[in-house]
């Protein structure tokens, strides 16, 4: 059995092989070819600390992945990160455990942007003028770096409540090529953006629906549990295309599960971005559209990315 | 985080405090005080082979662990095991990853003989004339090893389908220290012993009810999952006693599921291996009750065993 350390994983990943396998793991799981049982969840309570545990096989898949996440919001002040992880692979053709990878949640993070790039690149609108970027944690950083190979756009808005996490990350985009803007207003950031990212874990609704301009992308990222959301609920009935990464899922959680509970959308409309990517379903028609993919992230992409990282070694 | 495996597990592990963990985790479990998700399963049809993830949590403990038990019943065949696992243990503080416990499935075998074990010494007749033991396989070693601390008996009943096999039971239980009697019909089993520990596969009845002889004690192993069955439900009706590790997990499969779904027997005959050790409810009263202990495996089983594999290192 393989031991691998974060380390190796980041220095040696073929994201572009990342993306394609992503992709195939979104196809597979829209025409039901993945097992994916249910997700184990633990609370801590007295630590302030939960976990999940996902797992994913893809039917004719080599191997299978099982993925545990821990989330324990008390430890920046132990001076260790809230988020941590591993993924194990396994043999699916006679069990044997293959792989660890002690990636602390990474392959996660970057699981995760990599499907807003995929997002981005199948939905956004054909000229960029700014991308927007809802939140400065370590999501919002690696989705804008994702961003750059699928849009020629190099103007940021930033939108955060704290002065020093917003200089901050500036500091980050503009490292990366960007001109900033940076606001605490997110209505500035909604009127002036295009492509919009959200990545907070925000339990009420942040963009509201009128700031929106015809035309805008919106990623949405955040709510990817029970009780999260970051979108007015009359912004995704807005939506004139809402594509999801699991409809089954999405009926639990994520920014859809508002609507879908306010009885401002119906279930019909939603479309997976497996069936988009399959070229099963329609994305945007017109330059007019707004446009909502809903992500609230699904093993599948846990158990392509670890198989990616193992190939990429 | 520490990697263990197999070698350095079975040369450390404190099987006397493993009995006092497992113990510990059995009535922690029957007092509600264990966060146990649903099992993950997956199937590979296509490698005859299955998974599954159990995961357990016990309020206070500073640990949680995940389990990956394999199964790929064409190993043997590529000079592989059949069965194959690891168990990971994280911190329930801040959520670090803190050993790998590479033990390839012992742990489960072991804490699955430590549970036969416990259900002995809580329950077998005073006297014990014989021990019989159904199958032929590493379960049945285990739980004959696991058996001398709990009784003075050393004479010894063995069934199985196969003469090779009985033969090299036979040999491993002489070295053990017993005095054998190898049979390939399980009538000669049931009318000579009076703790039966039956530990095979079947998916049919094996034991009939009318050749248990009054004062018995059975512990019940291998139906382990959904369709396993080793005894005939009016030998489970006819028990006096009913003890299993799980109310919940015994609804759905085991020995018990067969007498509750053919109305032989109710629920509320059945107490909890937790609640008995717990002093909560009586086990044997009498010389001539026939009991029955049915053990179908709960993830605090793992939980604990890991703990102290840990703890014994």
Tied chains: 1, 2.
Excluded at 90 to 96: H, K, P, R, T, V
Excluded at 224 to 242: C, M, T, Y
């Amino acid at each position: 059995m393989r031991i691998v350390d974060k380390q190796q994983i980041v220095a040696h990943i073929d994201l572009a092989l990342a993306v394609q396998r992503i992709e195939e793991g979104f196809v597979a799981f829209s025409n039901g070819k993945v097992q994916v049982p249910p997700v184990q969840m633990f609370a801590f309570a007295a630590a302030n600390g939960d976990c999940c545990v996902k797992s994913a096989f893809i039917e004719g898949s080599e191997t299978f992945t099982v993925k545990v996440s821990t989330g324990f919001y008390d430890n920046p002040g132990k001076g260790l990160e809230s988020n941590d992880g591993l993924m194990l692979v396994l043999s699916a053709s006679d069990g044997q455990p293959l792989a660890l990878l002690q990636d602390q949640g990474w392959l996660t993070g970057m699981r995760t942007a990599l499907a807003g790039r995929i997002a981005a690149r199948l939905m956004a609108p054909r000229e960029v003028y700014a991308i927007g970027i809802l939140g400065t944690g370590m999501q919002a950083r690696m989705q804008l770096e994702q961003l750059r190979p699928v849009t020629a756009c190099r103007r940021v808005i930033v939108w955060g409540r704290n002065d020093a996490e917003l200089a901050s990350y500036s500091d980050f985009a503009a490292e990366l090529g960007f001109d900033v803007q940076v606001t605490r207003e997110a209505k500035t950031l909604a009127e002036g953006a295009n492509l919009i990212v959200c990545t907070t874990p925000s339990r009420a609704a942040l963009l509201d629906s009128e700031w929106v301009r015809p035309g805008t992308h919106i990623t949405a990222i955040g709510a990817d549990a029970p009780g999260k959301q970051e979108l007015d609920p009359l912004l995704v009935a807005r939506a004139d295309r809402i594509i999801v990464d699991s409809v089954v899922q999405c009926r639990q959680y994520g920014e859809v599960s508002h609507a879908l509970k306010a009885g401002l959308i119906e279930e019909a409309q939603l479309g997976e971005i497996g069936a988009l990517l399959d070229g099963r379903i329609a994305g945007r028609t017109s330059d007019d559209e707004i446009t909502l993919v809903d992500l609230t992230g699904v093993a599948v992409q846990d158990a392509q990315i670890a198989l990616c990282a193992l190939q990429s070694l």
